[in-house]
């Protein structure tokens, strides 16, 4: 199997040198570039093509959002992970909605870093237990919240299906995953989401760390 390429851009020193010694032993993970600024990220990233772009948020000249923004409109195949110190709403949402596939806080990096990046080069969503609940919009009351009674209506495989869509993967990915058709990853889906009233994909990401499913990567 190859090993997850990926680049790191963050603007200290000692933080980029603190990911090097968390990774540089992994043998599933090769880092392929370094940066310190938004502008230098987006030629390195340019010419090395990771896997996987992990990126701070607070960067000189050109912000982490708008990084993020810019990488998943240019080089859609590169998957990104927001390693930051920022706990607030106010980054983890737009972060998220960015394109990034992953929000880990650097104070969990040293236990979960490699955690995150395979759950990311996996096709699924890593969301740092502490964030998880920020990184969607504050429930209105538009839709019904599932309760028990709902959750015990779901056969086994609605459940895995749902579990996976809520992780980020595509119905295709779960087909695949499951060795069964699209056709049937979206039968499963619909009914899944008519028994709990999930109406939109921020529902089904909700209802997902409400059951826990984001706090552990998916199964390789």
Not at 25 to 53: F, N
Not at 96 to 119: C, N, T
Not at 135 to 148: D, I, N, Q, T, V
């Amino acid at each position: 199997m190859n090993p997850i390429r990926i680049t790191l851009t963050d603007d200290h020193p000692l933080v980029l040198a603190g990911m090097k010694a968390l990774l540089e032993p992994v043998e599933d993970i090769t880092i392929v570039g370094e940066a310190t600024d938004g502008k230098a990220a987006i030629e390195m990233i340019s010419q090395a093509m990771p896997d996987i772009a992990v990126l701070d948020i607070s960067l000189p000249g050109l912000g982490g959002i708008e990084l993020a923004r810019r990488i998943s409109a240019d080089f859609p195949t590169v998957r990104l992970l927001a390693l930051t110190v920022h706990e607030d709403r106010a980054y983890v949402q737009p972060m998220m909605q960015a394109g990034a596939r992953g929000y880990l806080l650097k104070r969990s990096a040293a236990d979960e870093l490699v955690r995150a990046i395979r759950a990311v080069a996996g096709g699924g969503l890593y969301l740092d237990p502490a964030i998880a609940e920020k990184a969607l919009p504050s429930g209105s009351g538009e839709h019904r919240s599932p309760g028990k009674a709902a959750q015990l209506e779901l056969t086994p495989r609605e459940t895995e299906v749902l579990r996976f869509i809520a992780q980020g993967f595509s119905n295709k990915e779960i087909a695949a995953r499951l060795d069964v058709s699209v056709k049937t990853v979206e039968t499963h889906k619909s009914r899944a989401v008519e028994k709990l009233g999930l109406f939109t994909r921020a529902d089904i990401v909700r209802y997902g760390i409400s059951q826990g499913w984001l706090e552990h990567s998916p199964k390789g």
